[in-house]
C-alpha cells in the first residue's frame, strides 16, 4: 500500500500561483510514476501533469502545459505540482496517484481544494 497526502491547496488570485505537494509513505517511492489530477464541482476528474519514476519524463494537460510543472524529490518521497499564472478555471480539488504502470493509478491521496479568486 502506498499513502498519498496532498497539501499546499488553498486560496489564490486569478495569475497567482501556488505549489502543491504530494508526500508518499508506505512503499518505496522511486518505483513509483506519479500523477495529478483534478475534479471541479460538477465535472469528471481530468488528467493534470505526470511524472515518471526517475523524472525522466513529464506529460501535461494541454489546458496547463506552460504554466504547471510537475517535479518529485525522491529523496523526500515527494511530489510536487508548481501552478503559475493560475486561472479560475484551474479552480478544482486537486489529487496526487502513484502507479507502477505508466497512466495505470493504483494509490490516490485525498485531494487538497485549490480556489482562484477573478
Known amino acids: 500500500q502506498v499513502q498519498l497526502v496532498e497539501s499546499g491547496g488553498g486560496l489564490v488570485h486569478s495569475g497567482g500561483s501556488l505549489r502543491l505537494s504530494c508526500a508518499a509513505s508506505?512503499?518505496?517511492?522511486?518505483?513509483?510514476?506519479m500523477g495529478w489530477f483534478r475534479q471541479a464541482p460538477g465535472k469528471e476528474r481530468e488528467f493534470v501533469a505526470a511524472?515518471?519514476?526517475?523524472?525522466?519524463?513529464?506529460n501535461y494537460a494541454d489546458s496547463v502545459k506552460g504554466r504547471f510543472t510537475v517535479s518529485r524529490d525522491n529523496g523526500k518521497s515527494t511530489a510536487y505540482l508548481q501552478m503559475s499564472s493560475l486561472k479560475p478555471e484551474d479552480a478544482a480539488v486537486y489529487y496526487c496517484?502513484?502507479?507502477?504502470?505508466?497512466?495505470?493509478?493504483?494509490?490516490w491521496g485525498q485531494g487538497t481544494q485549490v480556489t482562484v479568486s477573478s
Open positions: 508506505g512503499r518505496t517511492f522511486s518505483n513509483y510514476h
Open positions: 511524472i515518471s519514476r526517475s523524472s525522466g519524463i513529464t
Open positions: 496517484a502513484a502507479s507502477r504502470v505508466w497512466a495505470k493509478y493504483e494509490y
